[in-house]
């Protein structure tokens, strides 16, 4: 009851974010919403399917690459833009997987980060289309039914609808038989497949599924940032993801959010001080996995717990 | 043919250098069950301590750069290895986390240390002079390369087969347990391996410099080659990680002379092929 009163009270707090605060804590809460569509998607991955990927960045890349190119280059309207750009990613996750899940453990690892790594190579290199180091620049926020996203509140409230759409979808998703199937997966691949299951199927749907959520947060990205560089296919986006999750607590729907706020935070505030952002994004790194390793979330829950034990 | 003949030697020489980073991946893989993501920083590290050494000390012999660069790395890796990986045994996916942190925190110091630009090393004057065989002409210093290679693939074959370390080394990648129990230090052994990968790295690092100097980037550019390297020939394997090498560095020399756009592409096919029919790589014994 509550957990029921207090999650109405944030969501509350969200909805109405942009009348009370000024347009750079808004647009900040926009870029920790896209940041927590990634997260939550690369989850699906790490916490629930035991799949630790380093190269989530070819979703949210690829598609905010094809998007910009759709619509910018080729003069798409923004409507097929985004399907397009959404299917042919959430095709490119299909592949992949096929090629990824050939492994599992630490080679999924390294050929998820050979995949984006290359990915990434060709975005500098392919500079004839896709501009290269200098980015696509100029590019547009689409009007959904006419409404314009371009000041500040508007975009923040649309971030927040298909935040609000992706976080209840995989929540169902993880929540359904099909999420019990991945976990059982996960823990225990070899009395899944003796139970009947196919344990290489689940995770490929699964690889898909995230790889399609991927694209569209990358879609919101692009929309947010009106340009797109190749740094958004480096192992450095795939990092701060995968740090979000890690950090927030895997295998958890909060988690993600959490730490995907965190990172966020760290990197807006530390950035207007200190340029060494990647510094500090290792060292942080470096502090959750030795001090911190089952993330944020679990540990609060953990203390609560604890707390009620000695209550009782 | 003078064009098939040059870029055939810069793919050997690329290989050479693949070979070196590559060497060290797979062996600390195959000893510590541990995907290292800062052996490409280790790489651009050994290449920053040459090119500050050669710079600073008119005359310093490349090799001697090399050496010292490679025992520096080494020293590095090794204090990075007890310190911190160390304390993460029983957790994998925690070491390979915090070798990806590592890496973006030395290559982040390189870039405040060193600066923007590329550093160039230079080419032993005793090497820059071109070689003739056969009426064709050839960068001697890229003849040499090939060649440090092959010494340092057999150096470090008869160090494993050869040798009670070697014994023992390989004895901890077959059955960790056992060699525990039958009284292998393996704790130090893995201290060992992961210097001996760190050094390897960094002394490649300087001899590479001739060719790619050092810049801000470079562990980016190197590590994914490697991985295909490892990935290809198969992890833990030093004949993978050799035919590995060359094989990566003829498709990526020959894709970036023909189809400069599609070279990174081009590194796609020989991956896909040979995880689509031979997962565990092309000399792996077991998967990952």
């Known amino acids: 009851m509550i957990k029921t009163i207090a999650f109405a009270i944030f969501a509350g707090l969200l909805l109405v974010l942009p009348l009370a605060a000024g347009d750079y804590y808004v647009n900040l809460a926009s870029q920790i919403l896209i940041a927590a569509i990634f997260a939550l998607s690369l989850n699906l991955l790490v916490g629930y399917g035991g799949m630790t990927s380093l190269g989530h960045a070819s979703f949210l890349g690829v598609a905010a690459y094809a998007c910009a190119l759709l619509s910018g280059r080729y003069g798409l309207g923004h409507g097929p833009a985004a399907l397009i750009s959404v299917a042919g990613t959430t095709l490119m996750a299909a592949l992949f997987g096929l090629i990824a899940l050939r492994a599992t453990g630490l080679g999924f690892l390294m050929i998820t980060l050979a995949l984006s790594q290359v990915l990434w190579g060709l975005a500098y290199r392919m500079s004839n289309v896709t501009n290269g180091d200098n980015g696509l620049s100029g590019l547009t926020r689409p009007a959904p039914f006419g409404i314009p996203l371009d000041n500040a509140a508007s975009f923040y409230w649309f971030a927040l609808i298909v935040f609000a759409v992706a976080f209840v979808l995989m929540a169902v998703f993880v929540s359904s038989s099909f999420g019990s199937s991945l976990k059982g997966v996960r823990d225990q691949p070899r009395r899944m497949a003796a139970l009947g299951f196919n344990p290489w199927m689940i995770r490929w749907i699964t690889f898909i599924y995230a790889g399609f959520w991927g694209g569209v947060s990358g879609l919101l990205y692009v929309y947010y940032n009106k340009y797109i560089h190749p740094t958004s296919l480096s192992t450095t986006s795939s990092a701060e993801a995968l740090l979000s999750v890690i950090a927030g607590g895997s295998g958890t729907l909060g988690g993600p959010v959490v730490g995907a706020t965190l990172v966020m935070l760290l990197k807006n505030y530390a950035s207007a001080y200190v340029e060494r952002w990647n510094m500090l994004l290792g060292l942080v790194f470096l502090f959750i996995v030795l001090v911190m390793p089952t993330g944020i979330i679990p540990g609060l829950r953990k203390l609560a717990s604890r707390k009620k034990g000695a209550s009782q | ?288």
Request: charged share 10%; glycine share 14%; proline share 5%.
């Open chain 2, 1 to 288: 043919m003078q064009f098939w003949i040059i870029q055939g030697l810069n793919s050997l020489s690329l290989g050479g250098l693949l070979f070196l980073l590559s060497s060290g991946f797979s062996l600390i893989f195959g000893l510590m069950r541990l995907a290292n993501l800062t052996h490409g920083a280790f790489f651009m590290l050994g290449a920053y301590f040459g090119a500050t050494a050669l710079r600073s000390y008119e005359g310093l012999n490349l090799w001697v750069a090399a050496l010292g660069a490679g025992l520096a790395v080494a020293a590095l890796g090794g204090l990075f290895e007890r310190l911190v990986l160390t304390r993460l045994k029983s957790n994998p996916l925690g070491q390979v986390l915090v070798t990806l942190g590592m890496s973006f925190i030395i290559s982040d110091l390189c870039l405040v240390l060193w600066g923007g630009d590329p550093i160039p090393i230079p080419t032993p004057p005793s090497l820059s002079a071109p070689t003739r065989v056969f009426g064709f002409v050839f960068p001697t210093y890229r003849l040499v390369l090939v060649g440090c290679a092959i010494g340092a693939a057999a150096a470090l074959y008869l160090l494993l087969e050869r040798t009670r370390v070697g014994a023992m080394i390989r004895a901890g990648v077959d059955d960790m347990q056992m060699a525990r129990a039958v009284g292998i230090p393996v704790t130090r052994l893995f201290t060992l391996v992961f210097c001996l990968g760190a050094g390897i790295a960094g002394a490649g690092g300087v001899l590479g410099g001739p060719i790619l100097s050092a810049y801000p980037g470079l562990d980016g550019d190197m590590l994914p080659l490697a991985l295909i390297v490892v990935i290809l020939g198969g992890i833990g394997s030093l004949l993978g990680a050799f035919v590995g090498s060359f094989v990566i560095g003829f498709i990526y020399t020959f894709g970036t002379a023909l189809f400069p756009e599609l070279a990174y592409i081009i590194l796609f096919l020989p991956m896909i092929v040979v995880i689509a029919f031979r997962p565990q790589g092309l000399f792996g014994r077991v998967g990952a």
